[in-house]
């Protein structure tokens, strides 16, 4: 009976967390795929960028998601502000 209910327990708590991790998951995915593009197509935003002709060589695998990222971009207030937030600066 203990067992039961132990597993019953996991199971329902296992499905309450579900979405929260998911979202957290999703959120946290986004961030690195931002990062990673702002570090390569920066300049795209106006940002320096002092490899963007090695990143170049890139641009034809990533070309489908850099008009995604570049309106997810946009929609931000200040993305270098953002994005130092998170490393606390």
């Known amino acids: 009976m203990k067992k ?3 597993f019953l327990k996991d199971v329902f708590s296992a499905i309450l967390k579900a ?3 998911n979202a957290i998951t999703r959120k946290e995915a986004f961030d690195a ?3 990673f593009f ?3 197509y920066g300049d795209l935003l106006g940002i320096p ?3 963007s002709y090695y990143a170049l060589e890139l ?3 990533l070309a ?3 008009e995604g990222w570049e309106r997810r971009i ?4 200040s993305v270098i502000e953002e994005k130092a937030a998170q490393f606390n600066f």
């Open 38 to 40: 702002l570090l390569l």
């Open 74 to 77: 946009q929609n931000r207030a």
């Open 4 to 6: 039961t209910i132990s």
């Open 64 to 66: 489908p998601e850099i």
């Open 19 to 21: 979405p929260a991790e």
């Open 33 to 35: 795929n931002d990062n």
């Open 59 to 61: 641009l034809p695998y």
């Open 49 to 51: 960028n002092p490899i």
